[in-house]
Nanobody
């Protein structure tokens, strides 16, 4: 199995910063894309940022210039640095990874349980 564990969420005032971490563990041959999604109450889950196996990144328009996704391949960990936070960033943030577990097998998506981020005005 593959486990993704998020950490770093919390309560912060508008304009503040948080850094989320997502650590992958288990039987992993290679991690392809890793991404952060978020879901606010009453809304659908949306993509926040994604980083490919090669390191290229993509961001939702709403977070461009404020959030930065990165990863440490050796630690199998992805990070989301969130600056200039706004109340509308309040949501549960989920980590997603596309994982190839064996050399000859295909890849599958895995999700973490999420971490709450609350931004007060």
């Amino acid at each position: 199995q593959v486990q993704l564990v998020e950490s770093g969420g919390g309560l912060v005032q508008a304009g503040g910063s948080l850094r989320l971490s997502c650590a992958a563990s288990g039987i992993i041959y290679r991690i392809n894309d890793m991404g952060w999604y978020r879901q606010a109450p009453g809304k659908q889950r949306e993509l926040v940022a994604v980083i490919s196996g090669g390191g290229s990144t993509n961001y939702a328009d709403s977070v461009k210039g404020r959030f930065t996704i990165s990863k440490d391949n050796a630690k199998k960990t992805a990070y989301l640095q969130m600056n200039s936070l706004k109340p509308e960033d309040t949501a549960v943030y989920y980590c997603n990874a596309d994982v190839k577990r064996t050399l000859y097998g295909g890849s599958s998506p895995y999700w973490g349980l999420g971490t709450q981020v609350t931004v007060s005005s």
